[in-house]
C-alpha cells in the first residue's frame, strides 16, 4: 500500500470512530439525557427525612398532658461494617448504650443488615458515635412522647405508636397538626456510595408540630376522674364517665372515663379500657330524658308549668302493655312528676304531644347525631325518627328507652337547657399555638342553634331544681349552692332485649342556678352495690360540683348562720 | 553559596557568583515577606471568623443541651406537681379536702357566713 492511501485509510478510519464517538455522545447527552440524569440521580442522591418537634398538648391552665423529648436511636449495619472492628465497636458502644460487649457482638453476628442496637437514649450519645468513625454505626434522631400527668385525662389525650404517629385521642385527630411536616434533605453519595455531608441541600423545609390548648382545666378533670374512681370503689361498676362543661360556650372542662389508662404506658391496659366512654359508648339515658318529653310539650303548648299531671295508677296501659310507676302518686303538678321521676305522667305527657313535634323537639337536642367533638370514633346514639316507631315508642322515649345517648350527647342537651335554651355545639380544642406561643388557629366560636325557648328552658330549669331540692337527685345537691338535675336509671339492652341486673345509672344537672356555670353528666356503668341512680350518679354528682365550686372559689349563692 | 576553594587564577568567578547569589536570595526574601504579609492579612481575619463560627457552634450546642434539660425538667415537674399526683397525697402532706359546706363566704357586711344546706327530707327509695 503506497503512503498516501495508507494515509487516508487512518484518517478514514479516524473519522469513522470520531463519528461513532460523536454519535454516542449525541445518544447520551441529548436524545437520553433525562434516563442517565435521572439514574445518575438514583445511584447519587438520597433523600433523608428529619422530623420536626411534635406539638404538646395542654391544657387551659397551662399544664402540659404530652410532650415530646430529643432522644436518638443507635443503628448498626454489619454488612457495612468490617467483622475486624466489631470487637472494637462493641467495646466503645457498650457503655453508651448500657449494653454488654457481649450483647452487641452476638446481635452484630445474629442481624443481616440494618438494625437498632438502641432507642430513646440521651442526644449527647450521637457525638460520642460520631466520633467512631465507622461506616457500619449511627445514629439517628428521634422523640420520646411524656405523659407527665399519667393516666389523667388519657382517653383524651389518647397515645403515639412506636413511630411517633398518634392512634387514639386527640394525638390520632390531631396528627397533622401535632406531627408538623418533616423536613426533607438531599444529599449525594460519592462512588463508594459513603455520604457526603458538605452536599447536603434542603429540598423542603420542614414544620414542627403545632400544640393543641385544651379547654379542660387539669384540676377539674383530677376531681371529676378521683370522685368516679371513689364512686366505683364504692358501688363497683364496670366502669364510668362524666362530663363538665360551660353551657354557655360548650367549653368541656373535664371529659372522664374509668377504667382509663397511662398514655405513656398503653401496653400495661388491655384494649376494651382504651376507648373513652364518655364519647364512644351510647346507653339509653333512662330518666334523665324526661326533662326533654316535658320540653317538646311545654313548647308546643300542649302543657302549660302549672298544670296537674295524672300520675295515678300505678303505670300507664299502652298498646298493651302495662308499663310500671314506682308507685300511685295520684295527680302532681308537672315539677313533681319530674321530681318523683314519675312513668306515668311522663308517658302520658309524651302521648300529649304530637309525634312529629316530638321528632322535631328531640332532634333539636341534638340526639341521634354526633356532636361533633375533636375526639375520633365519637358515637352517634340511637334514635329513630317517627317512620320508625311502634305504638310503645312514644311511652318508651318518655321514659328514656328506644334512644341511646353518649354521656357528651346528654351533656349538650343538658347545656341548652341552662343556656336558656341555645345548644352550643361542645369543643375540647381552644387553640392551636406554635413553638413561640402565638396563636395559630384560634378558637372558632362553635355553630349554636335555639333547641327550645328561653321561658320554656327557664321553667325547666326550675323543675329540674325541685328534683334535687325535694326529689329523687336529692344526693345532688351542693351547700349554698341551687343545683338543677335529674337522675336516670336505665336497664341495658343486650342482644336485643333488656338483660337483668345490668344497668346503667346516670345524673345529668347543672349549677349554679340561675346563670349556670357548670353541666355535669355522670353515668355509671352496671353498678353492683346498688343500681339506682338516686344511690350511685347523683351523690358522685353532688361531690364533683361541690368541689368544682370550691376550686373555682365561688361564693355561695344561700347562705346560712353568720358566725 | 559561598565558594569556599577556588584556584588563585579563578578569583574573577568569586565576585559575580556572590552577587548573583545574594541578589536571588534578597528577592526570595522580599518575595516571602510579601507573601507572608498577604498571606497573615488574609487568613488572619479569616481565622478569627472560623474561631468565631467554632465558638458559636459550641455555644449553639450549649444553648440546646440547656433546652432539652430544660425541657426535661419541666416534664418532670409537670409530673410531680399533676392535680391527680398531690390530691392522692393530701393525707402525706398533711392536708385535707375541704367540703363545700365548711367553707365559709365572707359577707357584704364583713362576716363570715355559712352556706345554707339544702333541705334534708328524707329520700324515697327506689326512684329511676
Known amino acids: 500500500m503506497v503512503p498516501r492511501a495508507r494515509f487516508v485509510v487512518v484518517i478514514a478510519v479516524l473519522a469513522v470512530w470520531t463519528a461513532a464517538v460523536v454519535g454516542r455522545l449525541f445518544q447520551v447527552q441529548v436524545l437520553q439525557s433525562r434516563a442517565w440524569e435521572a439514574e445518575a440521580a438514583r445511584q447519587q442522591e438520597r433523600t433523608l427525612e428529619v422530623q420536626e418537634p411534635r406539638g404538646d398538648i395542654r391544657t387551659r391552665d397551662g399544664r402540659i398532658l404530652a410532650g415530646s423529648l430529643e432522644r436518638v436511636a443507635v443503628w448498626a449495619n454489619p454488612r457495612k461494617l468490617s467483622r475486624a472492628w466489631w470487637p472494637e465497636v462493641a467495646d466503645r458502644l457498650a457503655p453508651l448504650v448500657s449494653q454488654t ?13 440494618f438494625f437498632y442496637l438502641a432507642k430513646d437514649l440521651e442526644p449527647e450519645v450521637a457525638r460520642e458515635v460520631a466520633r467512631l468513625r465507622h461506616k457500619g454505626v449511627g445514629t439517628l434522631p428521634m422523640e420520646r412522647r411524656v405523659y407527665p400527668h399519667g393516666t389523667l385525662a388519657g382517653p383524651v389525650v389518647g397515645f403515639v405508636d412506636a413511630e411517633g404517629v398518634g392512634q387514639a385521642g386527640l394525638e390520632s385527630s390531631y396528627e397533622k397538626t401535632l406531627g408538623g411536616a418533616a423536613a426533607v434533605y438531599r444529599l449525594f453519595r460519592d462512588g463508594k456510595t459513603v455520604p457526603t455531608p458538605l452536599d447536603l441541600r434542603l429540598e423542603k423545609p420542614g414544620r414542627p408540630g403545632l400544640s393543641l390548648e385544651l379547654s379542660l382545666d387539669s384540676r377539674v378533670q383530677a376531681v371529676v376522674e378521683q370522685e368516679l374512681v371513689r364512686t366505683l370503689a364504692d358501688v363497683g361498676g364496670a366502669g364510668a364517665s362524666a362530663v363538665v362543661l360551660d353551657p354557655r360556650t360548650g367549653e368541656i372542662l373535664a371529659l372522664a372515663s374509668l377504667p382509663s389508662y397511662d398514655p405513656g404506658h398503653v401496653g400495661d391496659s388491655p384494649r376494651r379500657d382504651w376507648r373513652n366512654r364518655a364519647v364512644e359508648d351510647a346507653v339509653e339515658p333512662g330518666s334523665t330524658f324526661k326533662p326533654f318529653i316535658v320540653a317538646a310539650a311545654l313548647g308546643t303548648g300542649v302543657l302549660q308549668p302549672w298544670e296537674i299531671v295524672d300520675c295515678s295508677g300505678g303505670g300507664v296501659q299502652v298498646a298493651g302493655e302495662f308499663i310500671h310507676d314506682h308507685a300511685n302518686y295520684g295527680l302532681l303538678p308537672l315539677r313533681a312528676v319530674l321530681a318523683k321521676s314519675s312513668n306515668a305522667g311522663a308517658i302520658r305527657i309524651a302521648h300529649r304531644v304530637g309525634e312529629q313535634q316530638l321528632d322535631e ?30 305504638a310503645l315508642s312514644r311511652a318508651g322515649l318518655a ?11 346528654l351533656a349538650q342537651a343538658y347545656a341548652a337547657i341552662a343556656n336558656d335554651g341555645v345548644l352550643v355545639k361542645p369543643t375540647l380544642v381552644l387553640a392551636t399555638v406554635d413553638r413561640d406561643g402565638t396563636i395559630v388557629t384560634p378558637s372558632h366560636r362553635p355553630p349554636q342553634r335555639r333547641a327550645l325557648a328561653p321561658e320554656v328552658a327557664r321553667a325547666l330549669t326550675e323543675m329540674l331544681t325541685a328534683v334535687v331540692e325535694e326529689g329523687t337527685g336529692r344526693a345532688a345537691a351542693v351547700p349554698g349552692f341551687r343545683v338543677a338535675g335529674k337522675t336516670g336509671t336505665a336497664q341495658k339492652a343486650v342482644g336485643g332485649s333488656y338483660a337483668a341486673g345490668r344497668h346503667a345509672a346516670w ?20 353498678p353492683e352495690v346498688t343500681f339506682w341512680a338516686a344511690d350511685v350518679a347523683a351523690p358522685a354528682f353532688g361531690r364533683i360540683a361541690a368541689r368544682i365550686v370550691t376550686l373555682r372559689g365561688m361564693p355561695p349563692q344561700l347562705v346560712g348562720e353568720r358566725t | 553559596m559561598r565558594v569556599l576553594s577556588r584556584l588563585p587564577s579563578n578569583d574573577w568567578l568569586e565576585r559575580p557568583l556572590d552577587g548573583r547569589w545574594r541578589r536571588w536570595l534578597t528577592w526570595c526574601c522580599l518575595g516571602a515577606a510579601l507573601v507572608g504579609v498577604v498571606l497573615a492579612s488574609f487568613v488572619a481575619p479569616r481565622q478569627a471568623v472560623v474561631r468565631m463560627r467554632y465558638e458559636i457552634a459550641r455555644l449553639h450546642e450549649h444553648v440546646d443541651r440547656l433546652e432539652r434539660d430544660h425541657r426535661r425538667l419541666v416534664l418532670e415537674r409537670e409530673a410531680l406537681s399533676s392535680p391527680a399526683l398531690l390530691a392522692g397525697k393530701l393525707e402525706d402532706l398533711g392536708l385535707t379536702q375541704v367540703g363545700a359546706g365548711r367553707l365559709l363566704a365572707l359577707g357584704a357586711d364583713g362576716r363570715l357566713q355559712r352556706p345554707a344546706t339544702s333541705p334534708a327530707q328524707p329520700r324515697p327509695q327506689g326512684r329511676r
Open chain 1, 101 to 113: 460487649r457481649t450483647a452487641i457482638l452476638a446481635q452484630l453476628e445474629e442481624r443481616d443488615g
Open chain 1, 361 to 390: 323537639a328531640i332532634r333539636l337536642f341534638g340526639f341521634g347525631r354526633p356532636t361533633g367533638i375533636e375526639l375520633p370514633a365519637e358515637a352517634s346514639g340511637i334514635y329513630r325518627g317517627p317512620a320508625g316507631w311502634s
Open chain 1, 399 to 409: 321514659i328514656g328507652q328506644e334512644v341511646s345517648t353518649s354521656p357528651l350527647q
Open chain 1, 507 to 526: 345524673f345529668a344537672g347543672f349549677l349554679p342556678v340561675p346563670n349556670p356555670e357548670f353541666v355535669i353528666v355522670v353515668c355509671i356503668d352496671e
